[in-house]
Each structure stands twice: as structure tokens, then as C-alpha cells.
């Protein structure tokens, strides 16, 4: 029991790291979108290139979500972690309008198994607080 506990209070602190990085990530990724107008020679420009926000970055967004669903069960922090990666989701979506084939949706495939990942965390979860309070 003790043991569990340390392992979920190391999860949390690390979730917690992860959170302000996500929520940092995408505070600058939607300034640099709105805000910036040259944005070949602005500093996050060089950022968004190594951590492309229409790939990698959302990839690393619904994970670090992940991570934070695990950990926590608040509901105000829940929507402040999954807003942001839905919102990336619908951009980076919206960005992929102008491409052409089926093979390029195949970039959508792991957001797609993030998404029914979390859906299962949170349901299991649920049934699992009904669980002890009807005990």
C-alpha cells in the first residue's frame, strides 16, 4: 500500500511537470500562430520546427493528457489539460484541409488511439468510483 502510493505521488509530480510544459507549449504555439507576423525570423520559429506542432507536438500533447488522466481525477484540471491537445487536434486538422490523399490522414491514426485511450481511462474510472461508493 505504501509502495502504491509513493509510485502515484511520483506519477502526479511528474504529470504535473509535464502539464505546465503542455500548457507552456501551447500558450506559445497559439501566440506564435495569432500574434506573430514575421514569423520566419521570430525565436519560436525555431522551436516549431524541431517540435512540429501539427505532429509530434500534438502526439507528445495527448500523451502528457495521458499521463494527467492517471493522475488526477479533478475535473477543472482534466478540462485545462484536454482543451488545449483537442484544440491543437482541430488546428492541425483544419492545417491538413489543403492536402490531397488518404495517406496523408495517416498522420490522425495515433490520435486516434490517444482518444480511446482516454475514453477508457475515464470510464474505468468512473465505474471504479460508482464501484466504492455503492460498496
Known sequence: MQKNLEQMRIIRIISGVLDAITLMYFVSYMYWIFAVLDKDSHILSDLFIKVNPMTVGTYCMGLF???????????????VICIPYILSLVVSFIATMGMTGWNDLIMYAPHILIIGLAITIMVKQKKDKLKILYK
Do not use: K
Request: positive net charge.
Open 65 to 79: 493528457m495521458i499521463l494527467h488522466l492517471i493522475a488526477f481525477r479533478n475535473p477543472i484540471g482534466r478540462c
